[in-house]
């Protein structure tokens, strides 16, 4: 079945750690997007991809950081000088051809908490 | 900028009752709306979209209409389930970018 695997489901790190999130998606989808998930905040996008070693800052880039060597992969490192880490991260990913706009396809997130 | 403001939850009802989630939005220019829902545990899928005025998107008995004079994108559902339980999200997009500006969620609790 074709979809997006985000992993691990849950993560957690000592202050100061860098920490580096998954996601593959095997739908073949040029766009690749990372949201993050407070609660009452909804999602904010943090960075997103259109193409591979290409990549854009969203609303909230500070202390992350992406890359996108492959076309089916979109790993986000939280790095240390992220204030608030902690929260939900969502990885989604869209088509860029065909119907406009394309819906977005999420993975099941992962959960990472900094102590 | 453009935002997306929902009624905040929760929202909690018997099974069988008329549900409306409400959503607002403010954009720049006209965009795309759409519903999005999430379970449990588990990432966001798409419920039901609608690209311009007027347009009402229908998916799994819930409804919502495109209603530019009011900038309203209601959901609605006319007997709610208890596997409807879940958080609903609202959301518009202006671009074929896909940069989808979310509301703040909804969270929606059915009881037997």
């Known amino acids: 079945d074709g979809g997006i695997t985000q992993s691990p489901k849950y993560l957690f790190r000592k202050e100061g750690q860098n920490v580096t999130l998954s996601c593959e998606q095997n739908?073949?989808?040029?766009?690749m997007y990372w949201y993050r998930q407070d609660p009452g905040q909804g999602l904010r996008l943090i960075y997103y991809?259109?193409?591979?070693?290409?990549?854009q800052k969203g609303d909230i880039a500070e202390g992350y950081s992406v890359s996108r060597e492959k076309k089916e992969s979109f790993p986000l490192t939280v790095t240390s000088a992220q204030k608030n880490p902690t929260a939900f991260y969502l990885c989604a990913s869209s088509a860029a051809g065909g119907e406009k706009p394309s819906p977005l396809h999420f993975g099941n997130g992962t959960r990472l908490t900094v102590t | 900028g453009n935002s997306v403001t929902q009624m905040e939850g929760p929202v909690t009802l018997s099974e069988e009752a008329f549900l409306t989630i409400n959503c607002t939005y403010t954009a720049t220019g006209y965009p795309s709306l759409f519903w999005y829902v999430q379970y449990p545990g588990e990432g966001l899928q798409l419920l039901l979209k609608a690209t311009k005025a007027d347009d009402k998107g229908s998916n799994k008995g819930f409804e919502a209409t495109y209603r530019k004079e009011t900038t309203s994108f209601h959901l609605e559902k006319g007997s709610v389930q208890v596997s409807d339980s879940a958080v609903y999200f609202c959301?518009?997009?202006?671009?074929?970018?896909?940069?989808?500006?979310f509301g703040g969620g909804t969270r929606l609790m059915v009881k037997p």
């Open positions: 959301a518009l997009t202006l671009n074929a970018g896909n940069m989808l500006t």
């Open positions: 739908l073949n989808h040029d766009a």
């Open positions: 991809s259109q193409i591979v070693n290409d990549f």
